[in-house]
Nanobody, 111 residues
Framework: QVKLVESGGGLVQAGGSLRLSCAAP????????MKWHRQAPGKQREWVAT???????SYADSVKGRFTISRDNAETTVYLQMNSLKSEDTAVYYC?????WGQGTQVTVSS
């Protein structure tokens, strides 16, 4: 069973930063785009960012300019650097590729 393992969530004040990590199996990571999604309380899960195998990135408008997605092919890990965090960024963040999902990591931004 494919396992994506997220880490790096936590509690941070508004304006602060966090970096999320997601480790994936090599056979999955090297051939697929990797994505981050999030789900806030009472809301539907939403896409946050994507990085392709070639390193091309794309972002939701709500995080553009504040979040950076990147991938380390040697470590088969995808990262989400989150800066200038806002209370509305509070959510469970999920790593995803194809039909595979991580367990999620909680990010809480206090105002």
């Amino acid at each position: 069973q494919v396992k994506l393992v997220e880490s790096g969530g936590g509690l941070v004040q508004a304006g602060g930063s966090l970096r999320l990590s997601c480790a994936a199996p090599r056979n999955i990571f090297w051939v697929n785009a990797m994505k981050w999604h999030r789900q806030a309380p009472g809301k539907q899960r939403e896409w946050v960012a994507t990085v392709t195998t070639g390193g091309t990135t794309s972002y939701a408008d709500s995080v553009k300019g504040r979040f950076t997605i990147s991938r380390d092919n040697a470590e088969t890990t995808v990262y989400l650097q989150m800066n200038s965090l806002k209370s509305e960024d509070t959510a469970v963040y999920y790593c995803n590729t194809k039909s595979f999902w991580g367990q999620g990591t909680q990010v809480t931004v206090s105002s």
